[in-house]
């Protein structure tokens, strides 16, 4: 599974959304040069945005969009959804048949599981949840902090359970 490039652009949409006050209302272009993205693609994904209610526009001279909720309501499954559909790791797990031994697979279960698992880490992040401003630049080290707490999940640490050293 990846994110496609517009369902990074309407992530880095939200979350600029998402750190203004609710009542200000912002302009695709000023969207659009905050966070990078071509402001033609931007005028594309909005809509689909809102059609989710996940923005809220307002027309007319000083107009411009806005959350449509409060960013502690709107999860990342939602826009990415709302851009590139359900998330699926395999065909296996959207509810399609892929396969003539599908019933007897053996490994069904471990993408299902996996498929939940991240559906339901996409549930649980709002956009509340992101830091207001990053601190400093992304290191390496940083990242690699990063992932190793995304691999361990709750509860456990994913290194011990597969034998590897701990830093």
Do not use: H, W
């Not at 339901?120 to 830091?131: G, I, N, R, S, Y």
């Not at 290194?159 to 590897?164: E, L």
Request: hydrophobic letters at 40%; glycine letters at 8%.
């Amino acid at each position: 599974m990846q994110i496609s490039r517009a369902g990074d652009y309407a992530l880095r949409a939200v979350v600029y959304l998402s750190r203004q006050n609710s009542d200000r209302l912002c302009t695709i272009g000023e969207i659009a040069r905050a966070q990078q993205i071509p402001q033609a693609f931007l005028a594309k994904l909005m809509p689909m945005l809102i059609k989710a209610e996940v923005v809220k526009s307002v027309q007319g001279p000083k107009g411009g969009y806005r959350l449509a909720r409060a960013s502690s309501e709107i999860d990342f499954l939602e826009v990415i959804q709302a851009i590139d559909g359900p998330i699926s790791l395999v065909t296996c797990q959207n509810g399609e048949s892929c396969c003539e031994i599908e019933e007897f697979c053996s490994m069904n279960e471990v993408f299902a599981l996996a498929q939940k698992r991240l559906t339901d880490f996409f549930t649980e992040a709002t956009f509340a949840d992101l830091p207001a401003e990053m601190e400093g630049q992304l290191t390496d080290d940083k990242l690699s902090r990063g992932l190793a707490q995304l691999a361990d999940g709750p509860g456990g640490n994913a290194r011990r359970k597969r034998g590897a050293p701990t830093p």
